[in-house]
Structure formats: C-alpha cells, structure tokens
C-alpha cells in the first residue's frame, strides 16, 4: 500500500470515527439536520455503528487490505445513502459534508489497499 493510500485511509478513519462519535454522542450540528431530513431517531444508533465499523475497516486495512476495501466500499455506499437522503429533504446546502467525509475513504480505494 503506497504511503499516499495509507494517509488517505486514516485520514478517512478519523473522518469517519469523528462522525460516528459525534452521532453516539447526539451533537447538535449532527442529530438537528438528522431530524430535519427525517431519519427516524431509532436509526440513529445503527448509523452511527455502522460508521464507527466503517473507520476502524479503513484504519485495519493498511494491514489487512481486504478489510479496508471492504470498509471504503462500505463508506462510500453509506456516504452516498446520506446524499440521497439530503436531497431527498431538499437541503442542497448540505449535500458537500457526506461528500466531504466519503472522500478519503475514495480515493485510499482508489490509489488501491494492495500494494
């Protein structure tokens, strides 16, 4: 794995376990647009788990890569599930953060976990 891709991928981790904390943790900026857009709070929990999976996948595949393919393909589904769901409500403005978070865990895919 090229040291490029290692830095992305932990980069996305800390991303992505930022985001997972700041939803366990219910903070304002996270959970207020949550409601806004309609995610059932019963959800909040799970997504939040599955974006804590989704940064320790990307942190555990510089040493095992399939694991961090798996995760960055899991992230960039999640992230684009979040998009779909911010233009479902409407708020434009916000589409740039689920892009933003996805982001690193793209581009490690891209540059590649295997080599």
């Known amino acids: ?47 939040a788990t599955a974006k804590a999976a989704g940064a320790a996948g990307l942190a555990a595949g510089v040493f095992v890569p399939v694991i961090g393919i798996a995760a960055a393909i899991g992230v960039a589904l999640y992230f684009a599930g979040a998009v779909i769901t911010v233009l479902r409500a409407k708020s434009y403005a916000h589409v740039a953060f689920p892009v933003i978070y996805a982001a690193p865990a793209v581009v490690a895919l891209a540059l590649g976990f295997n080599g």
Do not use: N, Q
């Open 1 to 47: 794995m090229s040291t490029t891709a290692v830095v992305f991928a932990l980069v996305g981790a800390f991303m992505v376990g930022f985001s997972a904390a700041s939803m366990f943790f219910k903070a304002k900026w996270v959970v207020e647009p949550l409601a806004a857009y309609g995610v059932p709070r019963s959800w909040w929990t799970w997504l």
